[in-house]
């Protein structure tokens, strides 16, 4: 268990990753970029080959992806409330779950380069923070 103040450490930081990651992929304007010129080239010199563009709604749905997990992150950061945490930990389940059955699939390895993160911040979130120690009450005279 984290103690509080490093569990909202945790939780700022997730939200951050979060905007850096999905931001990218919001608009069809940022998403090809960083599908062609960032993701795609990184797949290859990986030795996987280079990703396959996807199709128009492959692009609709990262897109969807991109402004759901942009507006999210910026709310977390916004309020700045870690009761968000735990609907943020449940989130990355999901999104583990999808990233595993994507690569038992045939998706790329790649994919390890966020289902690490997705895992350690879910496990983060999800585990309750460790409450402040309650002061020690006086010993009883006698």
Request: charged share 10%.
């Amino acid at each position: 268990m984290l103690r509080q103040s490093a569990y909202h450490r945790v939780f700022r930081l997730s939200a951050w990753y979060d905007l850096a990651i999905a931001l990218p992929f919001t608009t069809i304007w940022t998403f090809v970029p960083m599908w062609r010129g960032v993701l795609s080239p990184l797949v290859d010199a990986a030795g996987f080959g280079p990703l396959p563009m996807p199709g128009v709604y492959g692009v609709l749905f990262a897109n969807f992806f991109g402004c759901v997990v942009t507006i999210w992150a910026i709310l977390r950061l916004v309020r700045d409330d870690v009761r968000l945490a735990r609907w943020d930990g449940a989130g990355r389940v999901g999104f583990s779950i999808a990233m595993i059955n994507a690569m038992a699939a045939g998706a790329s390895p790649l994919l390890w380069v966020f289902l690490v993160p997705e895992i350690a911040f879910g496990v983060a979130q999800l585990a309750p923070p460790r409450r402040p120690a309650s002061p020690t009450p006086p010993a009883p005279f006698g």
